[in-house]
């Protein structure tokens, strides 16, 4: 089955710069690479996802690049803000069959006012 | 169109009991998910519902768990006889497909005393 590492697990980092948080997977037919927000006592939500396909996708402040020759697939947030506060989580999933988003461990990252 | 809702929000049992979880996906989403993080660690996959059928169930921890989604709409998730182990947040989640955006409930936290 799929594996997804992601790092660091805690991200501390002052408002304006930038935050980068990795995640690697396992098995090469996964194809869709969606990333999660989690604000404390929330639901996790979708904020930005990437398809096989593309290299790079950005919204606004976010920004997501996938390498699939290395297997790995990176969130950036520039100018970060206290409302970034949260636990990010990548995913990793394919089409069909009995493929499931499988889950990182998760990036608290904590931005200072 | 409502989101995804699960029930109870919080659960305090002792160890021994039983209890069920429910979770109401978003209508139409033939995808269900449940998942479980424990503090601090990965939102860990437990089992995948296609409509009323267990698609895939590796991530189950043992026999003292059993879902159920009869008919293929809500589901629930039994924990019987409950350990002090199982404690944790239990999420799930539903999605047109596997590779699109995975709608997730707020979670129920259970702890087991």
């Known amino acids: 089955g799929e594996n997804v590492e992601q790092h660091p697990s805690t991200l501390s980092v002052q408002e304006g710069d930038s935050a980068v948080i990795k995640c690697t997977y396992s098995d090469s037919a996964s194809n869709y690479f969606p990333w999660y927000k989690q604000e404390l006592g929330k639901r996790p939500q979708l904020i930005i996802d990437?398809?096989?396909?593309?290299g790079e996708k950005k919204d606004q402040r976010i920004a997501v690049t996938l390498n699939k020759t290395a297997k790995h697939f990176s969130l950036h947030i520039t100018e970060t803000q206290p409302e970034d506060s949260a636990v990010y989580f990548c995913?990793?999933?394919?089409?069909?069959?009995?493929?499931?988003?499988?889950f990182g461990r998760g990036t608290s990252l904590i931005v200072h006012p | 169109e409502a989101g995804v809702t699960q029930f109870p929000s919080h659960s305090v049992i002792e160890k021994g009991q039983t209890v069920t979880l429910r979770c109401d996906p978003i209508?139409?989403?033939?995808?269900l998910y449940w998942y479980r993080r424990v503090m601090g660690k990965e939102i860990k996959f437990l089992l995948h519902f296609v409509k009323e059928s267990k698609q895939d169930e590796s991530g189950m921890p043992n026999n003292r768990f059993l879902a159920e989604r009869t008919g293929g709409t809500y589901s629930t998730l039994k924990v019987q006889p409950a350990e002090l182990e199982d404690s944790g947040v239990y999420f799930c989640?539903?999605?047109?497909?596997?590779?699109?955006?995975?709608?997730f409930g707020q979670g129920t936290r259970l702890t087991v005393v």
């Open positions: 989640a539903s999605s047109l497909w596997t590779d699109t955006e995975a709608f």
């Open positions: 990437i398809r096989s396909n593309v």
């Open positions: 995913a990793a999933s394919t089409t069909g069959g009995s493929y499931i988003p499988t």
């Open positions: 209508s139409g989403h033939d995808n």
